[in-house]
C-alpha cells in the first residue's frame, strides 16, 4: 500500500493451467486498475496484456464487473499484507510511524500501479457495481482494524476513531499530492500528512 509496494511478493499458487491464467489476468487487472482507473481499464487491453486474446475472457469470468471485483480484492489484500508487513517490522511502538511514513513517501507518490487501491481510485468507487464497492470496503475497514491495532490506545475507547482520522488523512493527502501538477505543493502535502499524523499521535 506504499513506498515499498514494488517489493517482490511470494508467488500465488495455481493448481492448473486455467487457474494459473486467471491468476494472471487478476494481476494485470489489479495494475491496470490503479493505472487507468475502473473506467480506463477495458477487458481487451487487460487480455492483451496478460498475453491472451479477448476471446478467452468469458472462459474465467462472467461479467466485466467481475473482473474488476477480483481486481479491487486482490489489490486491497496486496495492499494490506503489505501494510502488515511493514507495521510488524518496525520497532515496538513505532508501527503508526513507518505506516504513514512508507505511505506518504515520493515511492509511494510515483507509484501508482503498485500503491494503494483506495488512493488510486476512491472518486470512482461511488459508481462503480455493489462487488466491486464490496470488495473495496472490506480491505478498507482492514486496514482501519490493522492501524488501531498499532496505536498505544488499542483496546480503549477512540482507537478506532483515531484510525479512521490516520487513514483518511492518509489517503486524502496522497491523493491532492497525486492531483495537482506542482511538485513542491505535493510534496507539501505529503509533509503536512505526515506532520498532523506525528502530532495526533504524540
Given at each position: 500500500m506504499m513506498?515499498?509496494?514494488?517489493?517482490?511478493?511470494?508467488?500465488?499458487?495455481?493448481?492448473?493451467?486455467?487457474?494459473?491464467?486467471?491468476?494472471?489476468?487478476?494481476?494485470?487487472?489489479?495494475?491496470?486498475?490503479?493505472?487507468?482507473?475502473?473506467?480506463?481499464?477495458?477487458?481487451?487491453?487487460?487480455?492483451?496484456?496478460?498475453?491472451?486474446?479477448?476471446?478467452?475472457?468469458?472462459?474465467?469470468?462472467?461479467?466485466?464487473?467481475?473482473?474488476?471485483?477480483?481486481?479491487?480484492?486482490r489489490a486491497g489484500a496486496d495492499a494490506v499484507a503489505l501494510s502488515a508487513r511493514i507495521a510488524a517490522a518496525a520497532p515496538p511502538g513505532q508501527g503508526i510511524r513507518a505506516l504513514v511514513e512508507a505511505y506518504l513517501s515520493p515511492q509511494h507518490l510515483e507509484a501508482i500501479e503498485q500503491g494503494c487501491p483506495v488512493a488510486a481510485l476512491c472518486s470512482e468507487m461511488p459508481r462503480q457495481a455493489p462487488e466491486v464497492r464490496h470488495a473495496a470496503t472490506r480491505h478498507i475497514k482492514e486496514m482501519v482494524d490493522l492501524i488501531a491495532r498499532q496505536s498505544p490506545a488499542w483496546g480503549q475507547p477512540g482507537a478506532?476513531?483515531?484510525?479512521?482520522?490516520?487513514?483518511?488523512?492518509?489517503?486524502?493527502?496522497?491523493?491532492?499530492?497525486?492531483?495537482?501538477?506542482d511538485p513542491l505543493l505535493a510534496a507539501s502535502f505529503l509533509q503536512i500528512g505526515k506532520q498532523t499524523l506525528t502530532l495526533a499521535g504524540e
Open positions: 513506498t515499498v509496494m514494488q517489493t517482490p511478493k511470494p508467488p500465488r499458487r495455481a493448481s492448473g493451467r486455467k487457474e494459473a491464467t486467471h491468476e494472471r489476468i487478476v494481476e494485470v487487472a489489479s495494475r491496470a486498475i490503479r493505472r487507468s482507473g475502473y473506467a480506463g481499464t477495458g477487458v481487451a487491453d487487460i487480455m492483451k496484456e496478460a498475453g491472451l486474446t479477448h476471446g478467452g475472457f468469458y472462459a474465467h469470468f462472467d461479467s466485466r464487473d467481475a473482473l474488476l471485483a477480483e481486481a479491487a480484492d478506532h476513531e483515531q484510525a479512521l482520522m490516520a487513514l483518511a488523512t492518509m489517503i486524502g493527502s496522497l491523493t491532492l499530492a497525486r492531483a495537482v501538477d
